[in-house]
């Protein structure tokens, strides 16, 4: 493998390393964002139950996202749907992908990291990239979420109805702004942080 070769195989591992990262540190913040929001917004007042019953609920369904080993879908204190499960299911598929890919690119770049980094500057682009799709979130996050969701899922399970799934309830919308923009931040400083990084010889 050429030196050429072997700086783009190294660029691109790198730049789905960022982004899991990014990704994975965004959804284990986000067991101390949600106990917060808790409390902030309310939410226990909104579901009329303790604390401690929501936060054990929000800890049943991360451990069902990110358990490999856990396929079985429970929440003690909230019902679902089909729809609702199948949604869930999508998602902790994207979890583990997410996760595989953040391992695998990792063990990638551990292998290259002294190969010379001639295409640093694409993670300045990438970093522009990130700030434009950061300002159509914030100026409209609503149509950015539906994007979103539009974007990853062939469904529209995503659409809860609270009714059917009341766990909705614990999960308002600014806690999910508050994980984008969490991500966000992450994301772009590792970007433009890579992107100042000068050429290191082999």
Known sequence: MSNL?????????LAFFLLTAA???????????????????????????????IMKNYMQMMDYLINPFNWHWHLSDFGSSAAG????????????????????????????????????????????????LAIMMLLNFDQFFVIFHEVLFRNSDWLFDPNKDPVINILPEDFFTQCFVLFFVIFEGLNFWKARQKKVRS
């Open 5 to 13: 070769q072997k700086d783009l195989l190294y660029t691109v591992a």
């Open 23 to 53: 990704i994975t540190v965004t959804i284990f913040a986000s067991y101390p964002l949600f106990a917060f929001d808790i409390k902030h917004y309310n939410l226990d007042q909104i579901v009329e139950m303790k604390y401690g019953t």
């Open 85 to 132: 499960r199948l949604h869930f299911l999508d998602c902790k598929k994207l979890f583990l992908l997410n996760f595989g890919v953040f391992i695998i690119s990792g063990i990638i770049v551990a292998k290259f990291h002294k190969i010379r980094a001639r295409f640093n500057r694409i993670f300045l682009w990438i970093g522009i990239f990130g700030i434009v």
